[in-house]
Nanobody, 121 residues
Framework: QVQLVESGGGLVQPGGSLRLSCAAS????????MGWYRQSPGKGRELVAT???????NYADSVKGRFTISRDNARNTVYLQMNSLKPEDTAVYYC???????????????WGQGTQVTVSS
């Protein structure tokens, strides 16, 4: 079984910073892409940022220049550094990873349980 466990959410004032972490554990052969999505009330889940195993990154236009995604392949962990936070960044943030749990099986998408980020004064 594979698990993704997130941490680092919370309440922050506009202009503040937070760092989210997500660690994958369990039976893991390899991890391809990892990333973060978010969902706010009344909206669908949207991409925030992704990163490949080789370090190539992709960001939503709304977070470019403010958020930075990184990963530690040795620890199977992905991070999201969020700076200059705005009230519209308020959402539940979900970690994502595309994982092979054995060499002869296809990649599967796994999701974390979500962590709340609230930006408010």
């Amino acid at each position: 079984q594979v698990q993704l466990v997130e941490s680092g959410g919370g309440l922050v004032q506009p202009g503040g910073s937070l760092r989210l972490s997500c660690a994958a554990s369990g039976s893991i052969f390899s991890i391809n892409a990892m990333g973060w999505y978010r969902q706010s009330p009344g909206k669908g889940r949207e991409l925030v940022a992704t990163i490949t195993s080789g370090g190539r990154t992709n960001y939503a236009d709304s977070v470019k220049g403010r958020f930075t995604i990184s990963r530690d392949n040795a620890r199977n962990t992905v991070y999201l550094q969020m700076n200059s936070l705005k009230p519209e960044d308020t959402a539940v943030y979900y970690c994502y990873a595309r994982i092979k749990w054995n060499y002869n099986v296809p990649e599967l998408d796994y999701w974390g349980q979500g962590t709340q980020v609230t930006v408010s004064s």
